[in-house]
């Protein structure tokens, strides 16, 4: 499959090489910045997308050309997908940018956060026509699909904008002239809550993703990606790249050894320690239960993902970020338990809620997705099935599940799944017109799987 031509691609001079050849990731995120800009604010193309892995700054970046377009005289909109996406934007463009009016559209039974009161230049309102007179006014898609009978905007931003679905863009593309996209090609494909069978392969395919319409109708528009993550660690950055963005590939803007997790409390020496400490060690753990076909809630799986939380808040544990010499202790607002369903979501609560923990989030990858914690702790999508579904073969969902730490994440399977994966190959039914997305789930399972291996403790030993 051909590839498109990136405009800041590894082998060019926005690699971020020093005149030594070594990697310099704050060089590679500024110049990447720097051309996005360039194309955003003097390019003359309708559109341009920003690939970002996870944690590269992707609403960083969309403060930062906001405040750019505002500062050149220019009046936009920026589309994000939900209320808190829309939220945290206007907390941090009024926080980058204090006298800068900004907007927040928002519906009557959908009342902006209280928190956006501290900003005084910033005006909350549920008619567009009130707010035509801020610099930037940001909704979600579906507030802006309502807004009629208004003149465009010049600019526009969407953000998360692999998220939207085509539908929801062509709702509002008349609303603005040129547009920045940015968003996680990586990440799970738009929600539907019914099958798009029927308009698979066809030109404008609802279901699909606002970029992936957008470049197939408009192949030469500029391509750019953000080549470095700040969340993910030196020990995680390059099975993540590898295994779900082969072809925006990225790099950690850390260093081995500049993250750390150490324990105050020696383990005990049974299956959670010993996974933890691995996890200490080398980034990542695979706590693996014995081979089983189970209900989707696995009660011993359970009670597996909760004895890690408990033992990670019982040994004392401490995370190190240079260039901080100093460690922050690892509380429970900084850890997460990842699921792929919300009835195992609810059995993992109820069980910390037995071990008496409280302020961890657990959630499944669908709301995890965009947020950050120091160490998740995961129960595998595949673990304990008979079969590999569509749902749970998602490459999007094992990439958001697997990418939300900055110092460990530790995987909770029962063993065998490869073997099931072996024993469904991938085989979905190939439909003319339909971009096919790669890597598959299948082949991002079985990476991930045989980088876990190395790190792999028995449950019991």
């Known amino acids: ?50 690939d970002s892995p996870p944690g590269a700054g992707k609403s960083t970046l969309v403060v930062r050309a906001a405040r750019e377009l505002a500062a050149a005289g220019e009046s936009l909109m920026i589309v994000a997908q939900t ?6 934007l206007a907390d941090r463009l009024a926080t980058a940018e204090p006298e800068l009016p900004v907007g927040r559209l928002h519906g009557s039974e959908s009342l902006p956060d209280k928190a956006l009161d501290r900003h005084p230049a910033l005006v909350k309102d549920t008619s ?56 996680d090609p990586g990440q799970l494909d738009p929600f539907s809550v019914v099958g798009a069978e029927q308009w698979a392969g066809l030109s ?30 030196a020990s995680a950055a390059p099975l993540v790249s590898r295994a779900f963005y082969p072809y925006t590939p990225f790099r950690s803007g850390t260093g081995h050894g500049d993250r750390r997790l150490v324990f105050g409390v020696p383990g005990d020496g049974d299956g959670p320690d010993r996974v933890l400490d ?14 089983r076909h189970t209900p989707r809630t696995d009660p011993e799986a359970v009670r597996a993902v909760a004895t890690v939380v408990r033992r ?55 709301r995890l997705q965009g947020r950050e914690f120091d160490v998740t702790v995961v129960l595998h999508p595949l673990s304990g099935r008979p079969d590999a579904t569509a749902f749970h073969l998602e490459t999007g969902r094992l990439c958001v599940l697997a990418s939300r730490h900055r110092h460990a ?53």
């Not at 020093?18 to 003359?44: K, Q, V």
């Not at 063993?415 to 789930?441: C, I």
């Open 128 to 183: 567009v026509a009130n707010l035509r007179s801020c610099k930037v006014v940001i909704a979600t898609a579906a507030k802006w699909a309502y807004v009629k009978d208004t003149e465009p905007w010049r600019h526009a931003i969407v953000d998360e904008a692999y998220q939207m679905r085509s539908d929801a863009l062509l709702q509002v593309a008349g609303l603005f002239e040129r547009a920045l996209f940015v968003g």
């Open 83 to 88: 209320n808190a996406q829309v939220d945290d």
């Open 312 to 366: 990670l808040l019982d040994r004392g544990g401490l995370t190190y970020a240079a260039p901080d010499p100093d460690p922050a202790p690892l509380t429970a607002d900084r850890i997460a338990v990842g699921t792929a369903h919300r009835d195992q979501a609810a059995a993992v609560r109820a069980a910390l809620a037995d071990l008496g923990v409280a302020g961890v989030t657990v959630d499944t990858a669908n």
């Open 204 to 233: 404008y395919d609802p279901s699909a993703s606002a970029v992936v319409t957008l470049l197939a109708h408009n192949p030469g528009l500029p391509q750019h990606r953000l080549p470095v993550s700040w969340r993910l660690p």
């Open 1 to 50: 499959m051909t590839q498109p031509v990136r405009a800041d691609g590894p082998d060019t001079d926005g690699s971020g090489r020093g005149a030594g050849g070594e990697f310099d990731p704050g060089r590679a995120a500024a110049e990447a910045t720097a051309a996005i800009l360039e194309s955003t604010l003097h390019g003359t193309a309708r559109g341009v997308v920003v």
């Open 409 to 461: 994440c530790i995987v909770v399977c029962r063993a065998g799944v490869a073997e099931l994966l072996d024993e469904h190959p991938s085989s979905e039914p190939v439909q003319l017109g339909v971009t096919v997305k790669f890597p598959d789930g299948w082949e991002a399972n079985h990476a991930v799987l045989a980088h876990l291996a190395e790190h792999r403790v028995a449950w019991r030993a």
């Open 278 to 291: 691995e996890a200490a060690a080398s980034g990542w753990g695979l706590l693996e239960l014995p081979a």
